[in-house]
């Protein structure tokens, strides 16, 4: 069991920064694959970033790509996301999730079940 811990969210003003932190806790060693998700209210969830915490590959969504940095601490467990230039259309409770990937390929492109989330922490951004 893998237990997952977001924090760092809040309110801010279009074009201010956010770091979201995940702390993970349990069988760490087992999830070599982590992602954030968010979910705004009548949307689907939709994948932001994720990092092979093998080699610290990672993957960003077309809509996140040059604002957002996942990262990784492997002696923290904690894996975080820096968003930059932020605006209201990423406004959305943002999760974190872990799962074992076969290899950085399926973890960064596959579509995977992701067995753990985290509770969430909303971010607001406002113009």
Known sequence: QVQLVESGGGSVQAGGSLTLS?????????SNCMG?????PGKERER???????????YY???????FT????NAKNT??????S??????????????????RVACLFHD??????????QVTVSS
């Open 36 to 40: 954030w998700f968010r979910q705004a």
């Open 70 to 73: 996942i990262s990784q601490d």
């Open 86 to 103: 932020l605006n209201a259309e990423d406004t959305a409770m943002y999760y974190c999730a872990a799962d074992s990937a076969p290899h």
């Open 22 to 30: 995940c702390a993970a806790s349990g069988d760490t060693a087992s």
């Open 112 to 121: 995977l079940d992701w067995d753990y989330w985290g509770q969430g922490t």
């Open 61 to 67: 969504a077309d809509s996140v790509k040059g604002r």
């Open 79 to 84: 894996v975080y996301l820096q968003m930059n």
């Open 48 to 58: 932001v970033a994720r990092i092979y915490t093998g080699d610290g590959s990672t």
